[in-house]
């Protein structure tokens, strides 16, 4: 298959991009008083993606529907819920769409259908659920458990971090969940100074059950409470884990009757809807996980199902190329307009940038056009009065997302309202702006002197025409959430389909964690010679500063 950017339909959206730069958002609204209708879907009755506020027109939608046949995506696409080799770097299939297959569903790997396996530990998880909230699985003193708190860093904690956060409304179960991921002892410290030891249970997450954080606090967690219940017999009631690694498991003192597993066919950024996502089962009820399943199997049928013109992730991606290839905007801003939403750029940034951060495409070339972009965002209206005044007058162009939900679980319909309000404003003055006829008539109708309105003029007007995207749903419910993730999961897999990458490996991030391992070495021994000269001004620099090394 020839490159992305030697495709005949890539050429021609080359060829569209002077005329579509030249067209305005205002002007594109102007010629179509239906453009919101021609360029807005929806999914099933929760879901709306306004995709209105991009600059592209019918035309360029064609072409990039067209480069993705001819890049043979719906091959790519059959290929993610079957038996494929797509993380080909570390000799695995990517089929974390079989995780919330229903139980007669079959997707194969190697041979074997994995759905079977998939309801089995589904069971065991529920079954887990029942005896911690009922109380049947207590704490050493036969207190019920009160607080989870999860250990896993990455794939292993922003997934579920975010997801339990999100679903903060649904937490009825009397069980209050912390994620602790850093290496850094203020993290742990601070979540174990607010922990009854009777009452909490550690939940280890860890696909290899080797990283170093997670090891280094599931550890240190351990002590804490060996301390206080002084007796090792007493660990198993505190402590389970989930991992694909049974023997590590094992070394470290959890009971494999107290594993959950998955399998090295999920990806650490694919994993939340495995056991990875216990504690969110434990703060919500294992049926609104199953909901949040539910969800996002909808979504796979609809990237399944879908023609191109009507896909909602195929079409996410494609504008991505268009924005990142073609128009040269290299970053994509997220913002959530719901406050529990507030982990989802940082989820997302770990789903895309780690999966689509790459230079080498699946032949081991160097790719020869731009990827993944920059992924950032925070909740709405935060973002709002932080930096949201790049967005409107700065000299970088962000492609904005905004996600919004009509109805609130709060009874606060005034807040609602106004949130609401907040952005779709956004989205209208990033795409229409202000021009200055409007900014000198408002100034001169406030009193200023002529001079006045032309010295200040130049500050006020807005630029816009600035693309952005907006996903409205009807409420943040489990099965919304469920279907919004694999919606950004399928994007993230489309662009790296069409980029040619494995979005599924992530060696980048190995070199940095074997330094490290010679530099905790350094610093427990006092060391502060042998490496490049900044390396070991910084040792002596710490070694002076520190009392404990
Ligand atoms: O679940 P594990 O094996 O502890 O890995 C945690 C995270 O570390 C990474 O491998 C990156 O270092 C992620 O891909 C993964 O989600």
């Known amino acids: 298959m020839r490159a992305l950017i030697r495709q005949p339909a890539f050429l021609a959206l080359q060829q569209l991009k002077q005329q579509e730069q030249g067209t305005s958002l205002a002007q594109r609204f102007a010629d179509d008083p239906a453009r919101f209708e021609q360029f807005s879907l929806g999914f099933g009755d929760h879901m709306r993606v306004d995709l209105s506020r991009q600059h592209w027109s019918a035309e360029v939608r064609a072409q990039l529907c067209r480069l993705a046949s001819d890049m043979s995506l719906r091959q790519g696409i059959d290929a993610l819920f079957g038996d494929n080799a797509f993380n080909h770097t570390e000799g695995r299939a990517a089929l974390h769409t079989a995780l919330r297959m229903p139980p007669k569903a079959k997707a194969m790997h190697r041979g074997e259908n994995v759905v079977p396996k998939v309801h089995a530990e589904l069971a065991r998880i529920q079954d887990f659920c029942r005896r911690v909230h009922g109380g049947i699985w207590h704490g050493y003193t036969g207190r019920p458990i009160s607080d989870v708190v999860n250990i896993g860093i990455g794939g292993s904690d922003l997934g579920p971090a975010m997801v339990a956060e999100a679903l903060a409304p649904c937490r009825d179960k009397g069980i209050r969940t912390h994620f602790v991921s850093n290496m850094d002892g203020a993290q742990l410290g601070s979540v174990l100074a607010g922990l009854d030891p009777a009452t909490a249970l550690f939940v280890i997450s860890s696909k290899t ?195 919004g939900f009509a109805r609130s679980a709060y009874p606060y319909p005034e807040h609602q309202r106004k949130l609401l309000a907040n952005m779709l404003a956004q989205a209208q003055a990033m795409a229409f702006g202000k021009a200055r006829e409007q900014v000198e008539s408002e100034l001169a109708a406030e009193g200023l002197s002529a001079e006045a309105v032309a010295e200040l003029a130049p500050y006020k007007v807005m630029p816009g025409n600035r693309p952005s995207t907006v996903i409205l749903c009807d409420e943040l419910t489990p099965y919304n959430l469920g279907a919004l993730i694999a919606m950004y999961e399928h994007k993230t897999f489309v662009q790296g389909w069409l980029w040619n990458i494995n979005s599924f490996d992530q060696w980048g991030v190995e070199l940095g964690k074997k330094l490290a391992a010679r530099l905790i070495d350094d610093l427990d021994h006092g060391v502060t010679l042998g490496h490049d000269s900044a390396t070991n001004g910084l040792l002596a620099q710490i070694k002076l500063w520190s009392v404990s090394f």
């Not at 949040?292 to 191109?308: S, V, W």
């Not at 990142?324 to 939403?341: A, D, K, R, T």
Request: net charge negative.
């Open 209 to 403: 059950f080797t990283t170093d954080e997670t090891m280094t606090n599931a550890r240190a967690a351990r002590s804490w409470l060996m301390t206080a219940c002084g007796g090792e017999e007493h660990i198993a009631r505190h402590f389970v884990a989930v991992s694909v690694n049974a023997e590590a498991v094992t070394a470290f003192g959890i009971d494999e009757a107290n594993m959950f597993r998955f399998w090295d066919w999920v990806g650490g950024r694919f994993s939340l809807w495995s056991a990875i996502g216990l504690p969110i089962a434990l703060a919500v009820g294992f049926e609104r996980f199953q909901q949040l399943l539910a969800g996002a199997h909808a979504m796979d049928e609809h990237l399944r199902q879908a023609p191109f013109e009507q896909n909602i992730p195929v079409l996410l991606a494609l504008l991505s190329i268009w924005n990142i290839n073609v128009l040269g905007l290299q970053s994509e801003g997220v913002f959530p307009y719901h406050h529990h939403l507030k982990r989802f750029p940082a989820f997302l940034q770990q789903l895309n940038m780690e999966s689509n951060g790459k230079g080498v495409n699946n032949a081991g070339q160097p790719v020869d056009h731009a990827t993944g972009p920059v992924v950032w965002g925070e909740v709405g209206t935060n973002g709002q009065h932080a930096f949201f005044q790049l967005l409107h007058q700065g000299s970088v162009m962000v492609p904005a997302e905004f996600i």
